[in-house]
């Protein structure tokens, strides 16, 4: 016996996928925010020590470019906010995919919100 597609995707075990893909991304979301939030006060920090030593990007942008990409602590919290960055498009792009599917195969527009 066989459950039909549509029947599928408004099973228990779907609406608990959706559910969990959403948690997914609400912890992206915030994991960005704070991830971008330090790297801001680290690149803050660098560019005032930078100053300090007359190297800005106005007065001698070579030095500082290659300043900035050596220094890891940049490296590190930047990778840090690309990580969540892919993390926030990969859960975004599961849930849309699943509503474009929900869509075509069913009438009920308030899908997502009965996954709550």
């Known amino acids: 016996m066989s459950i039909s597609l549509e029947d599928q995707v408004v099973s228990l075990a779907y ?36 100053a300090r030593r007359g190297i800005t990007p106005e007065t001698d942008v070579v030095n500082y470019i290659e300043l900035k990409s050596m220094n890891p602590e940049l490296k590190f919290w ?6 969540y960055q892919r993390e926030l498009a990969a859960y975004g792009t599961a849930l849309t995919g699943l509503e474009a599917a929900h869509r075509l195969l069913g009438p009920d527009d308030n899908w997502m919100s009965a996954a709550d």
């Open 15 to 50: 609406r608990e996928y959706v559910h969990y893909l959403r948690g997914r991304l609400a912890k992206a979301e915030a994991g960005l925010a704070a991830m971008n939030d330090r790297y801001e006060r680290a690149r803050t920090h660098f560019n005032q020590t930078q």
């Open 78 to 83: 930047y990778s840090k906010v690309e990580h």
